[in-house]
């Protein structure tokens, strides 16, 4: 009795586990088209600039886009993170949340990225004269490509 009782329990812990696979791989379908219609919202202007700032940072601090949406503590890998969330966010029509998902981050660290870079540019941070070189240099690259960019007023700008 006892050994049917086990085998009834070990069907039914089966049947749970392959329900949750099959949530789990619908939960991730969904996901990949919530991220791929967003993306379409997005002008191709904006997506190609976000590219074009991850390209410029991982060259700078000789990174790579991996790390950059890693954990890595890393000062340069932490510098460029930082970078990016706030030009990404300023420089494009993208959300914050958008931007934070390039790099695994929330909407709220972009915020902060964007908060923390103001702060730098009043203390003469090293960070903000890093910023700004980013930022030529993506100016320089947009101008090449014929790109006229996107340029909200942020919070580095007073």
Known sequence: MERKHEKVLLEEIGRLVDD???AR???SRTIDVSKRSLAKLLPESDRRTLDIIMNILVRYYNTSEEQMAGDSKEGGVMRARR????????RTRASYAYVGSIIKRDHASVMNHCKKMANFRDTNDSLYDEY???EA???ETLNM???????RR????K
């Open 20 to 22: 949750l696979t099959q």
């Open 25 to 27: 791989s619908q939960i």
């Open 83 to 90: 970078i990016f969330g706030s030009l990404g966010y300023n």
């Open 132 to 134: 700004l070189e980013v």
């Open 137 to 139: 240099r993506l100016d």
């Open 145 to 151: 490509l014929g790109y006229i960019g996107h340029k």
């Open 154 to 157: 942020d919070r580095t700008d």
